[in-house]
């Protein structure tokens, strides 16, 4: 049953039998097998197919994915309940968006590891999107955005203000511009609409890349004034440039330890605000 149930939520969370193949590693008929023989014993449909790939998710399908993911996390915390001799560490991923990992994280980080010193984290950085799409997958504790995203099984809470600034020469035509997906995005845009611009254009999908940018006199961008080191001019944009940065998790969170993780992140943000 494990294995039938592995295959569905990939064939799920891909919405395709054929990159669900590649994902586990099977032949494209075994997933279409095992997803038949798994609605035969439950005698349900879980999946419509519309003669393409592409296929289309029944209610019965969504309700299965979600009991499942929590099952998933019983199942590791019985795995790592049975591991503790030999492996007594537990493991909380945390994914951040760029701004938020690079700048912020490791300050909480620095708390974490000396309060929760058994704990072993892994950090991964992606956009807001993606931060979110990993926490509701179950493939990440605890996640940090710059978007109010959220969803039914998300958790969000505000924690702090990230305030951006105009940065670099502001001689030049030339702006460095984070991509669509990106948080700052949107108030780079606000600002060119305020101040009737239509300059050349720089795409960079990273901080760090603009900021290197910036010291060698390139350009000029809104940034996050935390991103930025002293050498490099900015001005200040005012409170409408300011930013929510969100703390989210799922709302089924079974172990004891990462529900103590959890709390310790909502009082020290809560503590940092007052």
Known sequence: MFRLLKTFRSVYETKNFSKAAEQLFISQPAVSNQIKQLEEELAIQLFVRNGRQEI??????????????????????????????????????IVASNTFAVYYLPELME??????????????????????????????????????????SIIRQEILLDELVHAGNASQNLWLVREENSGVYHYTERYFLAHNLNPQKMIIKNNEMIVRCLEQGIGQSIISKKALPPKINWNSLGEEYQRSFYFIKRQHIESMQLRQIDEYIKNYYQKNKS
């Open 56 to 93: 289309i998710t029944t209610k019965q399908a969504d309700i299965l994915y979600h009991h499942l993911l929590n099952l998933s996390d019983d199942w590791e915390d019985t795995l790592q309940a049975l591991r503790i001799q030999a492996m007594p560490r537990e493991t909380c991923r």
């Open 111 to 152: 708390q974490l590891i000396q309060q929760f010193p058994e704990v072993a984290f892994i950090l991964d950085m992606d956009n807001s999107e993606q931060v979110l799409d990993k926490i509701e997958k179950h493939q990440a504790h605890f996640g940090f955005i710059e978007k109010p995203l959220v969803t039914d």
